[in-house]
């Protein structure tokens, strides 16, 4: 089993948004020469990489913030009336809430992403990552891989995305004297009050639904990149820098627009008995859901996580790519 296949993962996984934090221009063009070098010059350049690549996601998740409240609450008007309410309320702070566990684990779920999709095209197509552009795989084995990927990294995704959305959804100011403190003081106090409440099985609420949408979903987003890659690359070429990234990002935003009508459902699943109501199972999620307040609720946070997807998913793409190149 190519290990290099879960290390790439890992630190794409590692790396959103690095370049656009530093040198705009770099991303586009010598992103594969600047992770293969910080490859060859050692544990120091890849420490760098891995760390800087926090900041990617500390820039995204505002955004991410938003779209989980715009699903789960009713309070809000549209996107920058949630802005505003909860830079009003909660200052800049707010938008941050819960983003220590993504950070933790990004890497191991990205991971195991990448790592099962090219693992499971190598079951299926008896061929490794570098002979794949000579002998490109059919666009259904990229997407059972993708559907295979998609489905196991849901498990390890679950308890962490429970306790960011749970986090996330704390409107709570910060504590002031005298004001009540919020249910959750942190991500672990969190993790120990829904394991001390409802036990292991709590840490997993939502994580059918998150199951059934990561699973086609995460096929779609495969199949996407590789149809947009090989629409713009000669046979038996590799895609460009500037292929792979608008590639990656097209493939975030069709994956997620997929996604969304389970996102909202999963979401509310995970708040179900806080905020929400007590649900029966998804399905009473989603009739109630609809009938309350209108089939447009599948497609609440739609807009701004297209716009996150895109650069997220574009410099994912880009250094999983690279840094498998470099290594072959
Ligand atoms: C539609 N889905 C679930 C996905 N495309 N998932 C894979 C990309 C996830 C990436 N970290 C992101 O947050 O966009």
Redesign the pocket.
Known sequence: MPVEEFVAGWISGETFFFLLSHHPQWWITSWGRLASSAWREGPHSLHLLVTTGALGLVLGHPFDTVKVRLQTQNTYRGIVDCMVKTYRHESLLGFFKGMSFPIAS?AVV?SV?FGVYSNTLLVLTATSHQERRAQPPSYTHVFIAGCTGGFLQAYCLAPFDLIKVRLQNQTEPRAQPGSPPPQYRGPVHCAASIFQEEGPRGLFRGAWALTL??TP??GI?FATYEWLCRQSTPDGQNPSSATVLVAGGFA?IT??VT?TPLDVIKSRMQMAGLKQREYQGMLDCMVSSARQEGLGVFFRGLTINSAR?FP??AV?FLSYEYLLHSWG
């Open positions: 990004i990205n992403l949408r990561d979903t995460l987003y975030g994956s997620w996604a997807a997220v998913n994912t």
